[in-house]
């Protein structure tokens, strides 16, 4: 079962964000009241994924997100944020956190983001030798609209970036969340064309429609399409969708800390954060995300 250090100087904050995960069951979890007894605790029991608030006395979150990073880069952190901090989570991020909840949205999102973030990190942690080395570089894949397929697709292009030498290890969480949220953004509000901010009004009605939309023409028939090529240079995603489209232009800026809450730009802020380029098409139903390699790479593509 996997486990969650639940970083946080205040216990009923601390036994608030355990209440829903432990609700999910199957998720274990500690705790530890601040930066510095969380690298304790992870040196003794290291955790599958660390949850943690931003301000706390002794080690805070930033610098709990730094150590982590450099000394465990295989365990994902997740932010906890609270009104107030958004600067400092868009700081976390570029540091390396994998994602961030608000405190205000526990019960909507703690779950469903600690999820996302393990599947992602299995699979970086699990993947296998499929090559001694890389023959062809160029790969296609025509989706149906069921989200199990993004883990495992998600892990592929995370052990071709990994073999490439594109990315560090510690990198390849954070690269696979930015994936999975493009993928997500193209099955439900592209194909399904149900919007984020329903979630953000009404968590349920969100949830029915979308599962009325997968079984009800013509969104049912609908595909999501993902392109890859994988350079010593770099890796360009391509994540399309069959739906209307939007105005790329009407999104709100997802680094203006005012938007840090809003359902609409999460994905966005993640895929532009973890993302050296992150570019829409005109019509909004296709986006494009590259990542250029940090060193040099011996190798020919």
């Avoid at 250090?5 to 705790?31: N, T």
Wanted: with cysteine; net charge negative.
């Amino acid at each position: 079962m996997p486990k969650v250090l639940i970083v946080d100087d205040l216990a009923i904050d601390r036994q608030v964000a355990a209440h829903w995960l432990q609700e999910d069951g199957q998720l274990e979890v500690g705790f530890a009241e601040n930066g510095a007894r969380a690298l304790a605790e992870i040196t003794e029991t290291p955790p599958d994924l660390v949850l943690t608030d931003l301000v706390m006395p002794e080690l805070d979150g930033l610098e709990l997100v730094t150590r982590v990073k450099q000394q465990y880069p295989l365990i994902p952190v997740v932010l906890m944020t609270s009104q107030g901090s958004e600067e400092t989570v868009l700081e976390a991020l570029r540091r390396g956190a994998a994602s961030y909840v608000t405190k205000r949205t526990l019960d909507r999102d703690l779950v469903a983001t600690v999820r996302k973030v393990l599947a992602v990190s299995h699979g970086q942690r699990t993947r296998r030798r499929l090559m001694g080395s890389l023959v062809h570089n160029h790969r296609q894949f025509t989706l149906e609209n069921d989200p199990v397929l993004f883990a495992p697709l998600v892990a592929h292009f995370q052990e071709t970036l990994f073999e490439m030498g594109l990315c560090e290890e510690s990198d390849l969480t954070r690269i696979g969340v930015a994936l999975e949220e493009a993928l997500v953004n193209a099955l439900y509000h592209g194909n399904l064309e149900v919007s984020s901010d329903l979630r953000g009004e009404d968590d349920a009605a969100y949830h029915r429609l979308v599962r009325r939309r997968m079984a009800e023409p013509p969104y049912c028939r609908r595909r999501v399409f993902v392109e890859a090529r994988f350079s010593p240079q770099q890796a360009v995603f391509v994540v399309g969708d069959e739906g209307p489209g939007f105005d790329p232009s009407a999104l709100p800026d997802p680094t203006d800390p005012a938007n840090l809450e809003r359902a609409s730009g999460r994905g966005l802020l993640l895929m532009r954060t973890f993302m050296d380029d992150v570019r829409y098409n005109e019509s909004g139903n296709q986006v494009t995300l590259i990542k250029r390699a940090k060193r040099a790479h011996p190798r020919s593509g």
